[in-house]
């Protein structure tokens, strides 16, 4: 019984170990494959601000 355990834990481990590696190999393959004008426009500040004053309520009284 210890040893089934033993198996399988090392069987899990090297699936891990595989599957950690694809996915490293993946995240890199996918930024080779960004050019650099992507690289600077990442984040938040790729969106202007809204413009100032824009949705102002309209008041008939003025």
Request: proline residues 6%.
């Amino acid at each position: 019984e210890v040893e089934t355990f033993k198996e399988e834990n090392d069987v899990v481990d090297g699936k891990l170990a595989r599957l950690c590696k694809s996915s490293k190999d993946l995240e890199d393959i996918i930024e080779s494959q960004r050019s650099d004008q992507v690289k600077k426009r990442v984040g938040y500040n790729a969106v202007p601000p809204p413009a100032a004053d824009l949705y102002h309520s309209f008041n008939p009284t003025v």
